[in-house]
């Protein structure tokens, strides 16, 4: 009848076993907290060359800040709020949350790229978008949900898709560093003719029945960006300006049943910063 007893173990042995099981403890214990998210972030969400995820920041009274951050592998671009000749506009559906009465997203100022296709604006590798959150009810938290539809692209753009969600609690959490930084590149709203950073947009004026000369204070290599009110209107600034500071900008398309002012939007990114004004042309 085979020993049922189990084998004794020399203390050289039970040693090495010993050390061997705490390792393998150590090691379990160390991936989940890995794969976890950190206090005050979603889980990531992942999809093509590119994860997402929901930040949370500062909490004021009146107001919560979070942000969207999205990462990229090396080389790869996620899009501006306005793309330009190519790319895909980034939609976020906030209406799963719950208490929430605004959330305003902030652009930082984008880089131009160029592509066979013409020239878009966005960010390289990684982007923190802030968002500035209004509560229904100041004094209770917030559920941020955030559905989000984007393109990636290296060298043809991508849609990608992501799911987030956060709690933002009504007392401070503290300062976020991603976000302040993030803050910090958001171009600053100034009137026309107002400077900041040594830029300015000094005038703007009908050069044509399809074409807008802006007239800008900025340094050599400042780029002007020039959006219509909504997604139906498409408006292309040169490079550069000309010897005068004039920047011409064409409107490509325009809606068929657009009448008065051309609500604008520009904004003029330099090396040490980057501005935004809204104005109407011709101004009522």
Same mark, same amino acid.
């Given at each position: 009848?085979?020993?049922?007893?189990?084998?004794?173990?020399?203390?050289?042995?039970l040693?090495?076993?010993?050390?061997?099981?705490?390792?393998?403890?150590?090691?379990?214990? /160390?991936?989940?907290?890995? +794969? %976890? #998210?950190? &206090?005050?972030?979603?889980?990531?969400?992942?999809?093509?060359?590119?994860? *997402? $995820?929901?930040?949370?920041?500062?909490?004021?009274?009146?107001e919560?800040?979070?942000?969207?951050?999205?990462?990229?592998?090396?080389?790869?671009?996620?899009?501006?709020?306005?793309?330009?000749?190519?790319?895909?506009?980034?939609?976020?559906?906030?209406?799963?949350?719950?208490?929430?009465?605004?959330?305003?997203?902030?652009?930082?100022?984008?880089?131009?790229?160029?592509?066979?296709?013409?020239?878009?604006?966005?960010?390289?590798?990684?982007?923190?978008?802030?968002?500035?959150?209004?509560?229904?009810?100041?004094?209770?938290?917030?559920?941020?949900?955030?559905?989000l539809?984007?393109?990636?692209?290296?060298?043809?753009? /991508?849609?990608?898709?992501? +799911? %987030? #969600?956060? &709690?933002?609690?009504?007392?401070?959490?503290?300062?976020?560093?991603?976000? *302040? $930084?993030?803050?910090?590149?958001?171009?600053?709203?100034?009137?026309?003719?107002?400077?900041?950073?040594?830029?300015?947009?000094?005038?703007?004026?009908?050069?044509?029945?399809?074409?807008l000369?802006?007239?800008?204070?900025?340094?050599?290599?400042?780029?002007?960006?020039?959006?219509?009110?909504?997604?139906?209107?498409?408006?292309?600034?040169?490079?550069?300006?000309?010897?005068?500071?004039?920047?011409?900008?064409?409107?490509v398309?325009?809606?068929?049943?657009?009448?008065?002012?051309?609500?604008?939007?520009?904004?003029?990114?330099?090396?040490?910063?980057?501005?935004?004004?809204?104005?109407?042309?011709?101004?009522?």
């Amino acid at each position: 009848m085979p020993s049922l007893a189990m084998p004794i173990l020399t203390m050289p042995i039970l040693a090495n076993v010993l050390v061997a099981a705490g390792a393998l403890l150590a090691a379990a214990a /160390i991936v989940p907290a890995a +794969e %976890a #998210a950190p &206090t005050g972030a979603s889980p990531w969400s992942d999809d093509h060359a590119s994860r *997402a $995820r929901l930040i949370a920041g500062d909490a004021t009274p009146q107001e919560r800040w979070a942000g969207l951050e999205i990462e990229m592998e090396q080389g790869y671009r996620t899009y501006w709020r306005t793309p330009g000749d190519s790319g895909i506009p980034a939609e976020l559906d906030w209406s799963g949350s719950r208490n929430v009465a605004s959330v305003e997203v902030e652009w930082p100022a984008p880089a131009r790229f160029a592509d066979p296709y013409g020239a878009y604006y966005g960010y390289e590798d990684h982007v923190v978008l802030p968002l500035r959150v209004t509560p229904e009810d100041p004094s209770a938290p917030v559920s941020l949900s955030l559905s989000l539809f984007y393109g990636v692209c290296k060298e043809i753009c /991508i849609p990608a898709t992501g +799911e %987030a #969600a956060l &709690t933002l609690p009504p007392e401070p959490v503290g300062s976020t560093p991603a976000i *302040a $930084r993030a803050r910090e590149t958001v171009p600053a709203r100034v009137a026309l003719g107002d400077a900041a950073h040594g830029l300015a947009v000094r005038a703007v004026a009908l050069a044509g029945e399809d074409r807008l000369a802006v007239t800008v204070d900025a340094p050599p290599g400042a780029m002007l960006l020039a959006e219509g009110p909504d997604s139906g209107w498409f408006l292309a600034a040169d490079e550069a300006a000309d010897a005068n500071g004039i920047v011409s900008v064409e409107i490509v398309h325009r809606p068929r049943d657009a009448v008065g002012p051309l609500p604008l939007r520009l904004t003029l990114v330099g090396a040490d910063g980057a501005i935004e004004v809204e104005t109407r042309v011709p101004p009522e």
